[in-house]
Structures are given as C-alpha cells and as structure tokens.
C-alpha cells in the first residue's frame, strides 16, 4: 500500500493545555518539542505509530513566513488560527514517486522539503514532507510525510524514549479520523481516486446524525460524514467548513466521548 496514516493536527493554542486535558481522559501524552523553523511547538499522544499531534504557536511572524502552498502553516493562516483540528498526515515511503503520481492526476504539487525538529533531550528528529491540492477545493487533501528513520527504527526509538507507551485508558488503536463534507459521495470518490484507498460501506451514525463511508488505511481510516439533520458534523460545516471533527479510538476499557480544544474525541 502506497500510504498509512501517519499523524492527526489538533490546532490547540496551548500544547501543555491540550496534554493536561487528554491525560484526565486516560490518554498518555507526552512533550514534543520545537519546530525552529515553523515557529510552532507541540505535545504528542502515540497509538503505536499513529499519533495526534497538539500543536501551538510560539512564533507567529515565523510561523507565517514563507507558508508554501497546501501546507500546514498556510492551513493555519488561512484558519485564522481556530482553534480545531485541521489536517492528517499520511506516511510514504517514496515522495517522489507520490508527486509524479499527483501531478499526472492533475493536482498542483509542492516539495518534497526536508524538515526537522528538536526533541527536549537535545536529539534532532528529521523527515520530508510533500503537499499537493487543487486550487478552489474546499476540504485540503492530506500533507504526506516520509520520516529519515525507518518505521522500526523509530519504533523501538520511541517506546525506548518512552513517547509510545501504554495509556491508562487501554490497549488503544487510532481507528479513523472523522471529516465533515457536503457532499459524501463526490468527496468519498475524488479521496479515493487521489490516494488509491478502497472505499469502505456507507452508514449511518445516529450520535452525529449523519450518513457516513470510509476509506480503508492502515493505521487509522478516513471517515467521511455528510449530515442527515442537526448536529455537530452540521455545526461543523456552518462554522468552519469541510474539516475533521472527530477522532475514534478503539480499545477502551468503557465507551466514552469529550471534547477538548474544539475537537470531539470517542472511545468506541
């Protein structure tokens, strides 16, 4: 498979906040670090290789400078820094193999840039990143990520360091990140013709009051929902557009559903 997600981007202001705020819900999160150049900073929670990301600014002139298109930092701009959750990220092993595809499938592509950051120990954790859209489209497609360190290696560097461990909750696994669209079935077909996904069956989730379908992706799916009457995927729409809104998890010892930082987090 081309791709597996990689990472969440829960735009929460205050990265220590966010931490605090999962770790009452049984999550085990952890410091991040500084991104030098991108002016942001972030706490992280881990579910084996997927991972959310709980990312603030500490520079804004930094954080908008040179903001190349479809990335992050031009998300964030563009948002106004709400706070939400705003983009996934998903991992490849050829970015440059990814691109030619993109770009013969129409899109506009930027990268792939090599980026890096900090840890607190002083270690420097190093990737590439690749961003590609359409102009006038309103849900952002994914950024993708190809990190330096093989998975397994940043699978042992990580549970060595302590970042993935076992979270008081339970054995939990990222099971999809939830979008809110217009339009379920253009938008399903456009995702999966762009990322080679298989499309999943659709549904129905009567706590969102909204019809649903799913593209299949190891790690953690892309759930896709469309209202069916109020509520939070219709408030979603109304007040910030086709975006994410929800992350499931799967694994809990009991269901449960919060909101922190504007985003709504379920344990199914």
């Known amino acids: 498979m081309a791709f597996e997600f990689d990472h969440l981007v ?3 202001g205050s990265p220590e906040e966010a931490k605090e705020s999962l770790k009452q819900h049984g999550l085990h999160v952890v ?16 579910f084996d290789l997927s991972y959310v990301e709980l990312i603030g600014v500490v520079n804004r002139s930094l954080a908008e ?3 190349e298109k479809y990335s992050l930092r031009d998300t964030f701009k563009k948002d106004n820094y709400t706070i939400g959750l705003s983009r996934i990220a998903l991992r490849s092993l050829n970015l440059e193999v990814e691109a ?6 129409g899109l506009e592509v930027f990268g792939p840039f090599p980026l890096s950051r900090k840890r607190p120990d002083g270690s420097v954790v ?3 990143l690749l961003f590609a859209g359409r102009e006038n ?7 993708f990520i190809q990190w330096d360190d093989s998975d ?3 699978k042992a560097d990580l549970t060595e360091q302590g970042t993935i461990a076992p979270h008081p909750k339970g054995d939990l696994k990222l099971s999809s990140i939830g979008f809110a669209v217009r339009n379920l079935d253009t938008t399903v077909e456009k995702w999966s013709k762009y990322l080679d996904l298989e499309k999943g069956e659709s549904f129905v989730d009567e706590s969102l009051n909204a019809k649903g ?4 992706l190891v790690g953690g799916d892309i759930a896709f929902y469309s209202p069916i009457g109020d509520g939070i995927v219709a408030e979603t729409l109304a007040e910030r557009g086709e975006k994410p809104f929800l992350v499931d998890f799967t694994g809990s010892k009991e269901k449960e559903q919060f909101e922190v930082k504007n985003a709504l987090y379920r344990f199914i």
């Open 152 to 154: 397994e290696e940043r």
């Open 65 to 67: 400078k040179s903001a």
């Open 137 to 143: 489209e309103e849900l952002e497609l994914p950024f």
């Open 126 to 128: 190093s990737w590439k």
């Open 10 to 12: 829960h735009f929460v």
């Open 213 to 216: 379908q799913k593209l299949k």
């Open 31 to 46: 410091n991040g670090g500084r991104h030098e150049h991108g002016g942001t900073y972030n706490t992280l929670s881990y």
């Open 100 to 105: 030619e595809r993109f770009k013969s499938l």
